[in-house]
């Protein structure tokens, strides 16, 4: 399981119910400028994980397209996820880190 730590991040702000997740819910976060970092899955759909870039580019969120649906899903306690965000600030700006750290390749920021 790569990004434990992220991953572990997420879980805990879900637990605190700083974190959304589902297509839906996420996109809500986003427009309402809740959403401090969103996580899309490997195995989402070019569609998908097109969507959110262009959603994230145009708000100024940082995006990461990293890990499974299931390791998604079992950070925040639910079933399989193809997308996630955090909308505390702190907790994102340490998941961020440790999924740039993690991956070893340069983030994601803004969907780029």
């Known amino acids: 399981m790569q990004n434990r730590k992220a991953w572990g991040y997420l879980g805990l702000a879900a637990r605190a119910g700083k974190a959304v997740s589902g297509s ?3 996109e809500r976060s986003v ?6 970092l969103v996580i899309v899955s490997e195995e989402a759909s ?3 994980q097109k969507t959110f870039r262009d959603l994230c580019t145009y708000y100024k969120i940082p995006l990461y397209v990293r890990g499974s649906s299931e390791e998604l899903g079992k950070a925040l306690g639910k079933d399989f996820r193809m997308v996630a965000a955090i909308e505390d600030e702190g907790l994102a700006e340490a998941a961020a880190g440790q999924l740039e750290q993690e ?4 983030g994601s920021m803004f969907g780029e």
């Open 24 to 26: 839906f819910c996420v």
């Open 31 to 36: 427009r309402a400028r809740r959403a401090r």
């Open 46 to 48: 070019q569609n998908t």
């Open 103 to 106: 991956s070893g390749i340069g």
